[in-house]
């Protein structure tokens, strides 16, 4: 079959990659190079021939077992890494810290006498192991359906200091969302991700970065289209036209690998129930800059950690600003390197060397009914366009769902090329 999968993004690479053991694909990405490291950042001077990812994506093995499946695979190789976390309020103090010591793969998070010195950082360590211990009962109980995890805090009566200080700015950090959009997450997918093994397995990363992942994969893939953004897809006699900067071509089966808003925008004849279940899909758009000013960092360098999470009400968001010396070995002796996502200041021009925006998929009330009608579209006898992505999955949007979401896809239109070779043959 001769098949189109539209955005190289990590879910785009892996549909592609997969459909290649047995297919024609195209490759399209609007980008000039694929979307999984296209904002990377390629550094100068003593770090010369170095990229960083932007974003810089993590995982612990616990909630991603697909992707660990996936690297290993590839032959990708992946370090752990130190992902300890500062909390700061408006005036840069640190509020509270946990650390993480790490032998091999398995990580063991602790707290200093100092960092729990004050009330409010005693009352953040204990409401830490007051939640951990009732979400784990509520999911084992199956009491979390339907209930956010706003709702299951207060009703559990977790201490405030916890959920405001630590536990929204977690949530919202890792799905890049508002600390209201954190609070409306489901508590099943929160409670989800939170005992699978987080805290306790070492957080990693392919120790080559996305390109080194990005590189292995698209070895597979016989024909990239880069800088050929897709303008419209429609289904014509069978077959889907797709137009890009390329021009137009016609294709038997088409993976969108986009997000589920730009899918819809693509769509040109896109029938009720496809432009139901894609708007369905809710967005949250944010920054991330590649800086070097340590203004975005704590006050007191000794409170410097890999994460540095900075809180404050006046913001609807918090500020996270990872230290790269501390999470890329090979610029660990290198001048200090900062990625800070959704900023809420601005670091001195002179130091910013790159930003980037996204969007990333936000998850609520609404998501399970969202997938769920996705999944009916999928099951439509005849169907040539697919949607695949972070977004497509169940659980919080991250590299595991997307890769998790690409193979679910590759394996549908499997299946239906099986049917059509048996059809033509019949
Ligand atoms: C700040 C931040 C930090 C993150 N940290 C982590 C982390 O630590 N761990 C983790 O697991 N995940 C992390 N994530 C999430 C992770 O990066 C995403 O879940 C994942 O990369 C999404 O991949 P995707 O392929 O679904 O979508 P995308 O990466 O959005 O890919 C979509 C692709 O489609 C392309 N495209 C769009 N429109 C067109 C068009 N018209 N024509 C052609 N191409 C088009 C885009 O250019 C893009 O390449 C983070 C995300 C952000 C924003």
Redesign the pocket.
């Known amino acids: 079959m001769n098949i189109a999968v539209?955005?190289?993004?990590?879910?785009?690479l892996v549909a592609a990659w997969q459909l290649s053991r047995r297919h024609a694909v195209t490759l399209?990405?609007?980008?000039a190079m694929?979307?999984?490291v296209?904002s990377s950042v390629a550094l100068d001077g003593a770090a010369a021939g170095l990229r960083v990812d932007v974003?810089?994506?993590?995982?612990y093995p616990g909630y991603y077992p697909t992707l660990t499946r996936l690297y290993a695979e590839l032959g990708v190789s992946t370090e752990p890494v130190d992902y300890a976390t500062t909390f700061s309020g408006a005036d840069g103090r640190a509020y509270f810290r946990w650390r993480n010591a790490r032998l091999g793969g398995w990580s063991l998070p602790y707290v200093l006498p100092q960092d729990v010195a004050s009330a409010r950082g005693w009352r953040i360590a204990q409401g830490a192991l007051r939640f951990q211990a009732r979400a784990r009962a509520a999911q084992a109980a199956g009491q979390l359906g339907g209930v956010s995890i706003g709702e299951f805090v207060a009703a559990e009566r977790i201490a405030p200091d916890f959920v405001d200080g630590l536990l929204l700015p977690a949530i919202a950090t890792i799905g890049?969302c508002s600390t209201a959009d954190a609070r409306a997450y489901p508590a099943a997918v929160v409670a989800g991700y939170a005992t699978a093994g987080v805290g306790r397995q070492s957080v990693h990363r392919a120790r080559d970065g996305a390109d080194a992942v990005a590189a292995k994969l698209l070895a597979g893939i016989a024909r990239v289209q880069c800088s050929a953004?897709?303008v419209a897809v429609r289904r014509r006699n069978g077959q889907v036209m797709v137009q890009s900067a390329a021009g137009e071509e016609v294709f038997d089966q088409v993976v969108f690998?986009?997000?589920a808003n730009?899918a819809l925008a693509?769509l040109a004849d896109a029938a009720p129930d496809e432009v139901a279940a894609l708007a369905a899909f809710h967005y949250r758009a944010?920054e991330?800059l590649m800086h070097r000013d340590t203004a975005l960092m704590p006050q007191r360098r000794a409170d410097w950690s890999p994460v540095n999470a900075r809180v404050c009400a006046e913001h609807a968001q918090p500020e996270s600003t990872i230290w790269i010396n501390r999470v890329q070995p090979a610029l660990r002796h290198a001048a200090p390197l900062f990625q800070t996502?959704m900023p809420q200041r601005s670091p001195r021009d002179d130091s910013v060397i790159g930003h980037a925006r996204?969007e990333?998929p936000l998850v609520d009330a609404g998501s399970a009914a969202a997938l769920a009608a996705l999944q009916q579209l999928h099951a439509q006898p005849g169907r040539r366009v697919w949607w695949c992505?972070?977004y497509a999955e169940a659980g919080v949007?991250?590299?595991?769902s997307?890769v998790r979401s690409a193979l679910a896809v590759a394996a549908r239109v499997e299946v239906c090329a099986d049917a059509e070779a048996m059809g033509r043959a019949a």
Do not use: D
């Not at 539209?6 to 785009?12: H, R, T, Y």
């Not at 399209?28 to 980008?31: L, N, S, V």
């Not at 974003?55 to 995982?59: C, N, S, T």
């Not at 949007?397 to 595991?400: A, D, H, I, K, T």
């Open positions: 539209i955005g190289g993004g990590i879910a785009g399209f990405e609007r980008h694929p979307g999984f296209a974003p810089l994506r993590v995982f890049t953004g897709v690998a986009t997000q730009q693509l944010l991330v996502v996204f990333r992505g972070s949007p991250l590299l595991e997307a």
